[in-house]
Every structure is written in C-alpha cells, then in structure tokens.
C-alpha cells in the first residue's frame, strides 16, 4: 500500500478520486460534526434499510397484518442466498438468516461435536470473540470434552503450528476470520485445511469480515460460519445473524434447537419433530422480519457497491490511520497493535496506549470522535468503506493527537458507561 502523506487535502483528494463516494451519502448523518469511527461494532442506518423498515411497517405490517407472513414467511432462506451470492462466496441453499450469533454459535458447534463421538476436544484461540470462547468452554464443559485455547499473537492472530498441536483427537476448530481486538485476519483456506487434516470440522466467525473483506466460503472448504449483520452490513442494532452449513454437510450435522420453523409441513401442527431438507432445517422459531428487511438492504447497498471496491478502500483507508498514527501518535506513547500490511488485516485498526480508557472517553465527550475501546489498552478504529471518508479519518486523527498533546483526557471525568 502506499504511504499517506499527512497534509489534509491529500486526504480531500483520496475523496475526490474515491469511487465508492455515491455511496457515503446513502447514510443518514444526523450530527455533521461527530466523526464515526465505530463501524465494525455498530454500521449506520442507511436511507435503504429506513425505506425497507418503513414498508414493512406501513405496507405490510399495519396493511397486511397476518395476511403478509405468506410474503415473510421464506425472508431467512431468501436473504440467506443474497448474502451468500454477494457476501460470502456460498451458493444457494447454504445460508440462514436468523437467531443472534452466540445462538448461532451455540447450534454450530453443538452439530459438530454430535457429528464427531469419540472426539476429545474442540479448539479455539484466546483472542476470539468472548461469546465464541464462552460457548465452546460451555459445550466442552457438558460433553465432557477438553477446551483447548490456543494462544495467539495480540498483533497477528492464531499461528497455524500451535493451531495443529492442539488439533489432536478435536472435533472442531472453531475462529474467527477477523480477530475482533486487532483486526488481524486469519488464512481461513489454511487453517480450514489444517483442521481437516486432523479430522475435525472448521467453523468460522465472519462477524468482523462480512461486508468488508471478500470470503469465499465454499472455495476454502469451510463447513460452518456464522456471524453479525449490525456491522458493516448496517442492518441495525441486534439485527438477525446467519448460519453457513456447507450443503454436502446438511444431511450429516443437526442442530440442537428444534423449532417448529425448521419442522417438516410446520402447520400441520403434528407431534414428533421431522425436520425439512436443507438449510430451512436451521431455523428456530419465527424470523424477525423487520432486522431481515434491514439485512437485505444492506446486502443489496454492498453487492452494488461491489465488495472488491469495499476491501480496496477498506485497506487504503485504514492504511491512512496506520500512517496518520506512526507520524502524530507514536510520540504521544501509541502503538499500533494491528498488523501493518493492509492485506493482514480487516477494516478496522487498533492503537494501545498505557491510558487508553480515558482517551477514548475524551474523544467521545470532548473531540466529538466515536472510537470504541477494548480491554486493557486498545482504541479501536474502524472506519466502514461504504461510509466513511478519507478525510473524515484525516480529521479524527488530528483531534485525537491535538487532544493528547494538550492532555485534555486527563482532565476529562467521563460519566459511568456500562458500554466501552
């Protein structure tokens, strides 16, 4: 990647030459002044998905009443292939929209373990999502097998030697695709092969990567995936998940929640649970249709933005942080604690520093920049591609070094946030 120059109009020319910049405008900013560095954790809400909630609720909703399930009632299987068509490299049949990610989780690597008696292990990093680490602790835990949590590098993420000492006797490997902390991304093709080689199942976490990196689920061999819709695909706060199970595994792996969405002939009502063929097996109970009509949007807005056009502002973009930091940040006690490569890593960055905490609560309350922060010293930046400007990033980082040089978060009492 090239190396940014730090006058502020270079950054107004990354703009003028950027060809995803139609598509910023598709978010709807209700404060000019905040800059939004936060959506890897949280995309906004677009003028798409504010028109396609409106039609569900005045059209269909308040118009159709029940009546409109005969619309609603296929939107998981049908917003699944658009992910998985645009998204996520799949095919047809392979994805499922609904449940939250950690119920997702939880459904994925219970299939796994079933499908792999005699196993002793699953196996999974130290600097996976929580919710990941949790729910595999927990099955490992009742079914009596050994958590093995390999430890990664805060900077680069799983090493594939420490992964395959600890793949012996597992019945699933279990990561994600982009480290949440760091941003650091994993050889999905890799590891995914690594884990074969030892006879367990690879399952994956997209949640950092969908909308923002290319995935090519079907081409790294992967067997399960699944992840978040709320980040870069902007479909709103606790919006539907998805589920992927490669279509040669359907017939092998059952979830462990058996709902009457996934039942065979549903409104028959009848006893006993024989589940449908296919993907449709992976459902629960009802969908939740007005996150499913956010989440089509969504993939509707990034498939026409195209998601190699995503990734090459994605990795210009945060390369504009990386560079913007090592010139203003580092001789303020920074470090960069993601990789340097722009092919390395996802669409986000994090910067350590011994005071973290109280930075990132002064940048929020008094330089007007929304970051995130993660424990014990990361400040994580994450400009979305679709949403964010080069010279946005230009300017949060120029008050977030003016705001350490004058030492205006030690000054700043933050008020009590159960959210960081």
Not at 14 to 29: G, H, K, N, R
Not at 321 to 336: E, H, K, N, S
Not at 382 to 407: K, N, Q, Y
Request: charged content about 25%.
């Amino acid at each position: 990647m090239p190396t940014y120059p730090t006058d502020r109009d270079r950054a107004c020319a990354f703009d003028a030459d950027d060809p995803l910049a139609p598509f910023v405008a598709e978010s709807i900013v209700t404060e000019p002044d905040l800059l939004y560095l936060d959506g890897n954790s949280l995309g906004r809400l677009t003028h798409r998905a504010r028109r396609g909630l409106l039609r569900v609720i005045d059209d269909e909703w308040a118009g159709g009443l029940v009546r409109s399930w005969e619309e609603w009632i296929d939107l998981p299987v049908q917003v699944g292939d658009a992910l998985a068509r645009h998204l996520l490299g799949a095919e047809p049949g392979e994805v499922v929209v609904g449940d939250a990610t950690t119920v997702n989780l939880y459904k994925a690597a219970s299939a796994a373990i079933a499908a792999r008696p005699g196993a002793r292990a699953v196996v999974t990093d130290d600097d996976n999502f929580p919710t990941d680490r949790y729910v595999l602790e927990g099955l490992a835990a009742q079914h009596g097998l050994e958590y093995r949590e390999v430890r990664s590098d805060p900077v680069d993420g799983p090493d594939a030697d420490a992964i395959g000492a600890a793949l012996d006797g597992a019945a699933l490997l279990s990561l994600s695709h982009v480290a949440y902390g760091s941003g650091a991304l994993a050889d999905m093709p890799g590891l995914t092969a690594l884990a074969h080689e030892h006879g367990a199942l690879a399952m994956w976490d997209l949640s950092h990567s969908v909308g923002s990196v290319p995935v090519q689920l079907g081409a790294t061999g992967a067997d399960l995936a699944v992840g978040c819709t709320y980040k870069y695909v902007n479909a709103g706060p606790g919006a539907p998940a998805f589920t992927y199970v490669r279509r040669d595994l359907q017939e092998e792996l059952r979830q462990p929640i058996w709902g009457w969405f996934g039942q065979r002939d549903q409104f028959a009502m009848g006893p006993g649970y024989r589940p449908v063929d296919g993907i449709g097996s992976w459902l629960t109970g009802s969908p939740a249709v007005l996150g499913l009509g956010c989440v089509d949007a969504g993939v509707a807005l990034l498939a026409d933005a195209g998601i190699e056009r995503l990734r090459a502002k994605g990795m210009a973009i945060t390369s504009l942080i990386v560079d913007l930091a090592d010139a203003w940040l580092t001789p303020l006690g920074f470090r960069l604690a993601s990789p340097r490569a722009a092919e390395r890593r996802g669409s986000h960055v994090a910067l350590a520093h011994a005071d973290a905490w109280r930075i990132s609560q002064a940048l929020i309350d008094v330089a007007r920049v929304v970051p995130d922060f993660r424990a014990p010293d990361r400040i994580r930046l994450g400009p979305a591609p679709i949403a964010t400007r080069f010279v946005d990033v230009w300017d949060a980082l120029d008050r977030l070094r003016r705001l350490v040089e004058a030492g205006a978060h030690e000054r700043h009492v933050p008020p009590a946030r159960r959210v960081t």
